[in-house]
């Protein structure tokens, strides 16, 4: 949610940071600006809609060649997607350019005050007042740094801010608070930006900021501070993966793409976590064996595809650990007032590690003394920062907004937590452990042979390229993955699709079954009690009222043949496992429809990829 790239170096910024925005696509946005510092004086040019526009008007109206310059792609909240709305933002006395990312919920408060001091504002964003401010503490011969800080020490809400000044061509500042900000640390050059893919292509060097932090930033320097000025620690660090990781490679989306990586990104997961003699090691997890054994109840809090993920670690955990575990959808979770003690264990599921509503929930579950483990997939980001501690899902950059080898690779780390617990508490035998730990290890080629045999899902985009509604059921695990479908369909394909627990269906969901439409059904392996028989029941509930059953069921099960239209064979994995292998045809399924639509299935309309505010 909203793209911040800053410059100071050799290059011509205004390249740079466009680039740079380029990179940062994938976060989502409405409308997108630069501003550069060139002879005394900023020169901004900024566009409504896509980063296209900007291109444009740079065209008829070009930036001059300077080494400093700052850009931001913003996704719309206070004021609508305009020209005027877009940023940087100019104070009025023409002196800073400023951009920001997050809310500043008392900018109401401010604007009246500088309002009523005669200040003009030229837009309805929130983010103009701390330009304003910014403006008149230059103004008024404040040290750049020093405004900057005096005006975070002003501004409640979320930020990350970067400035230039007019008068400063070599310097830039930022500053950080519940909202993301990297200093990328080049050779002679330095950058800001609100993720490293934004400047990978130059250095693989990194610090991250900490809350509360402003850093001054010239070629040759970067200074740090807190908000009241005294020097701050920072945590430097080096981005594993490279340019390439960041690119399409060929792939018409980076959707596709991070399907297809799906079987390295679990691999990836699961690698260095468990021993030869198939017990856990998870050197990370720094709480003592001990506080994990007395642990008396689970919290998984997660959003969206997250929770879909966390929905399924419930299955997994429970069964082995014997422990309670609740699943809550972060945005809900501290206006409950959750039951939450010390013993209570709060586990989070972030791939972007800076989801608002997620940060908020593991605060309030820190506040009330419980621990918290995250699991993410992004180095140093705030979430794993702020918990006791962190399981990386090494998935690799994610730029599809809509989540899949994050789906695969939060699942994959649940299991390992769950196994990690079970073996710690001694709810399974080694043996018990070893069987399912070597189960898991072997997936990532199942999921290939999934990957490697999608031709009739395609086929299937095709057919139901016009429609309107789709189904999903699954029980167990499966409805998690049911749920996960249909999410995927809506965000991308902009179809309504709903995700049913199977046996939930004749309570009042059925009545939406009209002939043709197509009904997804995830089957269970069998074995398990009657689970595999209920849901094959349930196939033909639908059927019998006109349904068009698309089937994924395990290869050999031959007793859902009779009632499938079509028939999706998943390799054999246990029960608790097949989340793995069953969701990766639905993720293939929207992805396909939703580019014959014709749709932008990587920045789909009203999304974003980091979503930093509550
Ligand atoms: C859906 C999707 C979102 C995210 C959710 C949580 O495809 O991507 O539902 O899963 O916004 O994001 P993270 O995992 O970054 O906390």
Redesign the pocket.
Known sequence: MCGIIGYVGPRVARDVVLAGLRRMEYRGYDSAGVAVVSGGALHVRKKAGKIANLDTALESDPLPDTGIGIGHTRWATHGGPTDGNAHPHVSCNGRVALIHNGIIENFAQLREELQGSGITFASQTDTEAAAQLLGLEVAAGTDLAEAMRRVCRRLEGAFTLVAVDAAEPDRLVAARRNSPLVVGVGEGENFVASDVSAFIEFTRFAIELGQDQVVDVTAEAITVTDFAGAPAQTHPFEVTWDLSAAEKSGYDWFMRKEIYEQPRAVADTLLGRFNPDGSLKLDELHIPEEELRGIDKIIIV??????YAGLVAKYAIEHWTRIACEVEIASEFRYRDPIITRTTLVVT???????AD?LMAIRHAREQHAKVIAIC?TNGAT?PRESDAVIYTHAGPEIG????K??LT?VAACYLLGLYLAQVRGTKFGDEIAAVMNELAATPPLIQQVLDSLDPIIALAHQFAEQRSVLFLGRHVGYPVALEGA??LK?IAYLHAEGFPAGELKHGPIALVEEGIPVFVVVPPQGRDQLHDKVVSNIQEVRARGAFTIVLAEEGDTEVEPYADVLFTLPRVSTLLQPLVATVPLQMFACELATLKGYDVDQPRN?A???TVE
Do not use: D, M, P, R
């Open positions: 997660a959003c969206g595809t997250a929770y599921l972030s791939q972007s590690g800076e989801t997620t997939n979430i907004v809509a989540s899949t994050g789906f939060q999410l995927k965000e999304l990829k980091s979503v």
